[in-house]
């Protein structure tokens, strides 16, 4: 695997980090109320496949703000849904974590997708393998008593993690970062790495989204249709 050093440094850095009443490690924990029994695994298997899709290192690195709670909650891989791994959507499968009879009361059916995932990879998937995905903070932030509710992380948060961002982009060293949303913006300016702000794609910013993100992937299109 060409991203096995990451990979390595993902489970030992990632993995491992505990889950609070206000940060859920989708890698380390279940909760039996939504989860299956192995959904951890599940999980860190659906990353690894995602890990396995890349023959070698990608020249672009996009950074989200966090995993969503239909997105990367679930799936293990940042601004993609359950739904859009095991319907072969994708360039890489996996398999869903989420139970089929979860306790509390969810108007979403599962498998599980987030709409940011649909516009991201509805613009996304040409440009892969080009660029690899991942968040400023890695964990779910959710709101405490509410497990798979919609939290904006923290300034102290993303500061926290910040420290394991630029390992992974110390890693990467990649040609260009595109931060998507303020909170992956400001996250790389604490780092003193320069980027280019895109639009997050939800809350109506799907059409900023797709035209910055066509714009920075630019110079990429040629070498890619090589492919």
């Not at 992974?168 to 931060?179: C, D, M, R, T």
């Not at 702000?197 to 799907?206: D, E, I, L, N």
Request: with cysteine; proline share 8%.
């Amino acid at each position: 695997m060409s991203l096995q050093d990451l990979w390595d440094f993902f489970k030992r850095k990632i993995f491992t980090i505990p889950s609070s009443d206000r940060l859920f490690n989708q890698y380390k924990d279940r909760d039996k109320r939504v989860d299956l029994p192995d959904a951890a695994q599940i999980r860190r298997e659906n990353l690894h496949n995602y890990f396995e899709s890349f023959t070698q290192r990608p020249p672009v690195m996009v950074v989200g703000e966090a995993p969503g709670p239909w997105g990367c909650r679930f799936s293990g891989i940042p601004f993609t849904g359950e739904r859009q791994l095991v319907m072969h959507e994708l360039p890489f499968q996996g398999r869903r974590s989420s139970t089929d009879n979860p306790t509390p009361r969810i108007r979403k059916s599962t498998p599980y997708v987030s709409n940011s995932a649909r516009i991201f990879w509805g613009t996304m998937n040409q440009y892969h393998p080009k660029f690899f995905v991942w968040n400023c903070v890695p964990i779910h932030p959710y709101k405490k008593g509410t497990i798979l509710s919609v939290r904006t992380p923290t300034t102290v948060e993303v500061l926290h993690y910040s420290v394991i961002l630029s390992e992974i982009l110390s890693q990467l060293k990649p040609e260009k970062i595109i931060a998507l949303g303020r909170k992956a913006e400001f996250s790389l300016q604490q780092l003193g790495i320069p980027c280019a702000y895109v639009r997050h794609p939800s809350q109506g910013g799907a059409g900023r989204f797709k035209k910055g993100i066509e714009q920075a992937f630019k110079k990429y299109v040629h070498n890619m249709r090589k492919v």
